[in-house]
C-alpha cells in the first residue's frame, strides 16, 4: 500500500502561518505520520499538534513561543496541552497576558484551565479579564468539573420559540460568526426553559412562517441537569448515539450543552479512571505527571496494601507450625492465592466495564454475582482437577493433592463472586466502583487461600 | 431539585407508534428514569430502549415481537442489541424475513450482524438480499471488524469535484432523504479520490457559481486507511476533536466514514478490551455473555497463570530447606509479592491507557520505565522502612528485619519497571499491549519476590 500521490497533500492553509519564533514542526510530523501509515498529515496549524510541538520545548521557550503566538493560535494551543504543562506556563505568565489568551478560548476551556490554578493566580487572570467573560467562566468554575454542567460548552444557538423559521435564520446567520459550527439550535420558551431541538437541516426545510415552538411541539427531550455526573453523561450518549445532549438546571432551563468532542474527552477520561483507580494509582495519572506527584498519589493505596497484605501474613502466622511441620505447603500456597486472585480480576474487569457502560440496574446485581460464581466454580473445578493430577504426580500425597483441589476450588469460587460484588457494593455505597478495588480483592484471595489451603492441611494432613 | 413541569415532558411522537404486540414499556422506563434523576424520558421509540424491551423477553416472544414490528423499527432494535441475544434470534429466523429486516439497516450494521452468523446462515440470507445491497454488504464483511474499513459507514453524501455549489445543492436536496443527517459532504475527483471534505454550512456559504473543487483547494485532509486499527481511529479523532473521519483505500480513493456515533462505541470497545484483556478475560465479555462461553474464553489465561505460578512456587521449592529451618518466612514472603505486584499494577495502568489514548513513540518508551523505576523504588524505600520497623518490632530481629526490607525495595522497583515494559514490549512486537500483561507481571513479581526474599534469607539468617 502506497501513500496517495502528493497532489492530494497539499501545504497547509496559507491564513494561519506559524509565527518566525516557531520552528516548524513539519519535518518530524511528517516523517512521523508516514510511518504511521496515516495518508495525509494534519494541519500543522492544528491546535493539538502546535501544543504537542509546544509541549517538548523548554519552559523560557514555551513562554516566549505562547507570548510571540496571536492570542487565538495561543488559546488553542494551551487548551489542548497537558495540565502540569500549561499550570507551570499560566503561573509564570504576566497576568495581563494570560487575560488575553484566555479571553480567547471557549468558555468551557477557560473555566477548566482556571480551575487547575490557585485561588490566587486563578482570580489574577479573571480581574484581567472583561467583566462579562469572567462572569461566565465563574458561573462554569461553580460547576464540580466531574459533573455535566463542568464540561458543558456555553457557546450555543438559542432561539425563543415564537420566532417564524425566516426570523430564527436570519438570527443565526447574524450569530454564526461567533459560535461553534450550529448542527443545532436549541428553542427556549420565554422562561428560557428548554422546550425543543432542532437541526440546522430541520431549520432549513420548515416552512416560512411556521413557528419553533410548533416546529417541536411533540418533542421529547433527552437532557441531563448540571450537576449530574459525567458518568450518566458518557452512557446517555452511547446509548442514544446523540451528537450533542443539552444540560438544564432543576426547572429544566437550559444551562449549555456538552458537544461530541466533549463527550470523547469523557469517555477516555472515565476508562482511565476506572483503569487507574483500580489499582490505586492516580485517576488523572499519565507519563507526563511529574514523578513525585505519581509517588504522592500511588503511596496511600500502597499502605493500604502493606495494611491487607499483613491480614494475610497474620493468617500465614496462624499456621506457622503446620509449615514448620511440612514445608512444602508454603510451596503451593503462593499458587491457590494467585489463581483466586486472577479469577477474581477477570470478574472485577468484567463487572467495572458493565457499570461504565450501562446503567446499574440493583435488581440484576445478583445475577451477576451468581453468573461469576458459576464461572469462577467450572473454571476452579477443571483447575482443581488439574492441581490434584500434578500435586500427587509430585508427592505421590493423595491427601496433599485433595487439600490443594478443594482448597483451590473453594478459593477460585470466592475470587470470582468477590470480583464481582465488590464494584457492586462500591457503586451501592455511592462510590466509585473501580476505586482500589483490586487490592481489596487480592487481600481477599491471598488471606482466604492461605486460610483455606493451611487450615485444610492442619485439619487432615497432619 | 425537581424534575421539570409535566408539559415539558410530552407523549411521544404519534408516529411511531409500538404495535400492539409489545407491551409498553413507558412505566417501568419512566419510573427508572425518575430514580435516577433524568429530567425528561427517551422517545419510547428509540432504537436502544426498544432493543432493552425486547433483551428481557422468552426467545420465543423476542421472535414474535420482532416479526411483528415494522421491519425499519426491527432493524433499529436489532443493531442495537447484544450479540449473543441477536445471533440466536438470527440463526432461528426465517431467512427470507432476516433479509427483510437487515435490508432495512445501514450497510455497516448489517455486516456487523452477519459477521457474527455462521457461514451458512449470513449466506442464507444475504442470497435473500437484493444483489446490490448484497454486494456492498459483503464488501464491508471483507474488512476485519477491527479495523476502520470494518467500522465505517458507507451511506454518506459524495459529491463531484466538478459541480457547482448551486449544482451540488440540488443533488444533496435530492439525496437527503434516503442518507443519515448529511453534516458533510465529501468531494471526489472523477477518480473516486476523496480532495476535500464540506460541511453543509460550508455549502450555503458558497457563491452559487463557485466549484466545490475551487472551494476546497488547499484543504489538509486527516484519513484513515481502511485496513487500519480501530485504535488509530480512536486517537485521531479524540486529537482532533473530529466528528467523522472519511476512510479510503491505499490510492486515496474515499471508500466510507466513520462517524461519531461509531466512534463512541469504538473508544468504550477499546477501554473494555484494555481492562478485560489485562487480566486475561475475553475481550467482548458483558454480563450477558453465556456463562459457559465465559469459562471458554478464561480458561486459556488461568491455564497460563497455573504454569506461571508454578514457576512461582518452584522457586519457593528451591528454599524449601530455609523455610523448614525458618517457618516464619513464609509468613512474610506473600507480603514482598503482593507489595510488589499492586506496585506493577499501578505503571501498567498507567502505561496502557497511555498507549490507549496517545500515539506510541519508541524513543520515549525507556522514559517511560525509567519513570515508573524512580516511582517504584521511591514507594519502595518509605515501604522498607515501614517493613523494616514493623519487622523489628514483631520480631526483634535485625537482620530478618533488613532482608524483608531489602527484598521489598528491590521487588517494588523491578515490579514497577516490568510493568511499564510489559506493555511497551507486547506493543514494540506488535501484539495487543494489555492482553495477559497483568497475568505475566504478577507471575514475574511473585517469583522475584519469593526468590529475593528467601534468597536473601538464606544468605544472611540461616
Not at 496559507?14 to 495518508?39: N, V, W
Not at 432543576?250 to 449549555?256: C, E, Q, Y
Not at 458493565?354 to 461469576?372: G, H
Not at 476450588?409 to 457503586?427: T, V
Request: glycine content about 8%.
Amino acid at each position: 500500500m502506497s501513500n496517495p500521490p502528493a497532489s492530494s497533500l497539499p501545504p497547509p492553509p496559507a491564513d494561519r502561518p506559524l509565527p518566525e519564533e516557531a520552528p516548524p514542526p513539519s519535518p518530524d510530523l511528517e516523517s512521523r505520520a508516514e510511518a504511521q501509515g496515516i495518508t495525509a498529515i494534519a494541519d500543522l496549524g492544528h491546535p493539538a499538534d502546535l501544543a504537542e510541538h509546544i509541549e517538548n520545548l523548554s519552559l523560557k521557550d514555551q513562554m516566549d513561543l505562547l507570548c510571540a503566538l496571536p492570542e487565538e493560535d495561543a488559546a488553542g494551543a494551551l487548551a489542548e496541552m497537558e495540565e502540569y504543562s500549561r499550570v507551570e506556563i499560566l503561573e509564570k505568565l504576566d497576568p495581563d497576558k494570560a487575560a488575553g489568551i484566555l479571553g480567547e478560548m471557549s468558555p468551557d476551556d477557560a473555566a477548566d484551565v482556571l480551575d487547575e490554578l490557585g485561588t490566587a493566580h486563578s482570580d489574577a487572570i479573571l480581574d484581567k479579564l472583561g467583566s462579562e467573560d469572567a462572569e461566565e467562566i465563574r458561573q462554569l468554575m461553580a460547576f464540580d468539573p466531574d459533573t455535566a454542567g463542568g464540561a458543558m460548552n456555553t457557546e450555543i444557538v438559542v432561539l425563543e420559540a415564537d420566532l417564524t423559521a425566516d426570523q430564527a435564520i436570519s438570527q443565526l446567520r447574524r450569530e454564526i460568526e461567533d459560535k461553534e459550527i450550529p448542527y443545532y439550535a436549541y428553542i427556549v420558551n420565554p422562561g428560557n426553559v428548554l422546550i425543543g431541538v432542532l437541526s440546522l437541516r430541520d431549520l432549513l426545510l420548515l416552512p416560512s412562517r411556521a413557528t419553533l415552538g410548533d416546529a417541536v411541539g411533540d418533542q421529547v427531550l433527552i437532557t441531563v441537569r448540571g450537576e449530574q455526573g459525567k458518568e450518566e453523561v458518557a452512557r446517555l450518549i452511547a446509548r442514544y448515539n446523540f451528537m450533542a445532549l443539552p444540560v438544564v438546571d432543576g426547572s429544566g432551563r437550559l444551562l449549555g450543552v456538552i458537544s461530541h468532542d466533549d463527550v470523547i474527552d469523557i469517555i477516555n477520561d472515565l476508562a482511565s479512571e476506572d483503569l487507574l483507580g483500580m489499582v490505586g494509582a492516580g485517576q488523572d495519572e499519565n507519563v507526563d505527571t511529574p514523578w513525585l506527584e505519581s509517588v504522592r498519589m500511588r503511596l496511600p493505596w500502597l499502605l493500604v496494601n502493606t495494611f491487607n497484605s499483613a491480614l494475610a501474613a497474620g493468617i500465614v502466622y496462624l499456621f506457622d507450625g503446620s509449615i514448620a511441620q511440612m514445608a512444602f505447603l508454603a510451596v503451593l500456597m503462593p499458587m491457590v492465592a494467585n489463581q483466586a486472585g486472577n479469577t477474581g480480576q477477570q470478574a472485577l474487569a468484567v463487572i467495572i466495564r458493565q457499570l461504565a457502560r450501562e446503567r446499574f440496574d440493583p435488581r440484576r446485581a445478583w445475577q451477576y454475582v451468581f453468573r461469576e460464581g458459576k464461572i469462577g466454580l467450572l473454571n476452579g473445578l477443571l483447575l482443581g482437577v488439574l492441581a490434584w493430577s500434578g500435586v500427587l504426580l509430585l508427592t505421590s500425597n493423595p491427601s496433599l493433592a485433595s487439600v490443594m483441589a478443594g482448597a483451590l476450588i473453594l478459593d477460585m469460587l470466592l475470587g470470582a463472586m468477590a470480583g464481582a460484588s465488590i464494584p457492586l457494593l462500591l457503586k451501592a455505597l455511592g462510590r466509585d466502583p473501580a476505586q482500589a478495588s483490586s487490592i481489596f480483592l487480592t487481600a481477599l484471595t491471598d488471606g482466604a487461600g492461605f486460610f483455606l489451603f493451611l487450615g485444610l492441611a492442619t485439619l487432615f494432613l497432619l
